[in-house]
């Protein structure tokens, strides 16, 4: 699997201007974050904003076959997060 190349794929349709994370293969910061399936050696497809000191203030783990997050509810979180 080139992970660089599906990042940026996904990347580009969704029109992200910021760094996406990938430990694949390894999977430790996902098993870090709750989030890797270790069956399938992928993790579940999760949104994470992360504060400049590192807390979790968003957290959103997706279901089987649910929609993406609108990159304006991702934003309209940023922004709140910015506020604090």
């Known amino acids: 699997m080139n992970v660089a190349f599906?990042?940026?794929?996904?990347?580009?349709?969704?029109k992200l201007n910021f760094p996406l994370l990938s430990d694949y293969p390894a999977g430790q910061t996902t098993q870090d974050y709750?989030?890797?399936n270790a069956e399938r050696k992928l993790s579940t497809r999760s949104y994470f904003i992360v504060d400049?000191?590192?807390i979790?203030?968003?957290?959103k783990v997706l279901k089987a076959?649910?929609?993406?997050?609108?990159?304006?509810?991702?934003?309209?979180?940023?922004?709140?997060?910015?506020k604090t």
Do not use: H
Not at 65 to 82: A, C, D, H, Q, S
């Open 52 to 54: 400049k000191a590192g």
């Open 65 to 82: 076959g649910e929609p993406l997050v609108p990159n304006e509810e991702l934003l309209e979180e940023v922004r709140k997060i910015n």
């Open 34 to 36: 709750g989030v890797w």
């Open 6 to 14: 599906s990042q940026k794929a996904f990347a580009d349709y969704l």
């Open 56 to 59: 979790v203030r968003y957290k």
